[in-house]
């Protein structure tokens, strides 16, 4: 079973994730959604069981539920970059910085109401995984092939 991880002490591994890892997570996660693995908020004993499996199968990598857990709770984050970007859809997408291209005053306006978002200034959340993290985490299912 191969890992892709680093060794932060003798009993912890720290999972590295990459942006291939972190679309197929995503992925995996929407399918247990879309088959009722998840309830309320959180998956089910089962719902982990598969995404670990499936996360496993599709990247040959053998993350713990723990470090999967982990990650889904990193993108949970997500919450705060939408509140921050609120309603504005002319905002632009930085692909140098990787963020909202916006004034110095559109960050300290929204900083104010939302200041757990003040890492989003410098790295946000990529604008192809919005519909992605949305599945995840305010319910709304999507059709097609590709959950099915």
Same mark, same amino acid.
């Given at each position: 079973m191969s890992t892709s991880a680093v060794e932060v002490s003798d009993e912890k591994l720290k999972a590295m /994730?990459?942006?291939?890892?972190?679309?197929?997570?995503?992925?995996?996660?929407?399918?247990?959604?879309? &088959?009722?693995?998840?309830?309320?908020?959180h998956f089910t004993r089962?719902?982990?069981l598969k995404i670990m499996t499936n996360f496993e199968k599709e990247t040959s990598k053998?993350?713990?539920?723990?470090?999967?857990?982990?990650?889904?709770?990193?993108? &949970?984050? /997500? &919450?705060?970059?939408?509140?921050?970007k609120g309603e504005d859809t002319g905002l632009g997408w930085n692909l140098? &910085?990787?963020t909202i291209d916006a004034s110095?005053?559109? /960050?300290?306006?929204g900083l104010q109401v939302v200041p757990e978002a003040k890492k989003f200034r410098?790295?946000?959340?990529?604008?192809?995984?919005?519909?992605?993290?949305?599945?995840?985490?305010?319910g709304i299912v999507a059709t097609g092939d590709e959950y099915s």
């Open positions: /994730w990459d942006k291939r890892l972190t679309e197929i997570f995503c992925n995996v996660c929407i399918k247990e959604i879309l &088959k009722g693995n998840r309830s309320d908020a089962y719902g982990w053998g993350f713990s539920q723990r470090q999967l857990q982990n990650r889904r709770d990193a993108l &949970k984050k /997500w &919450k705060a970059w939408k509140k921050l140098i &910085k990787r110095d005053e559109w /960050w300290e306006s410098t790295s946000g959340i990529d604008p192809e995984f919005e519909g992605k993290l949305d599945q995840m985490f305010m």
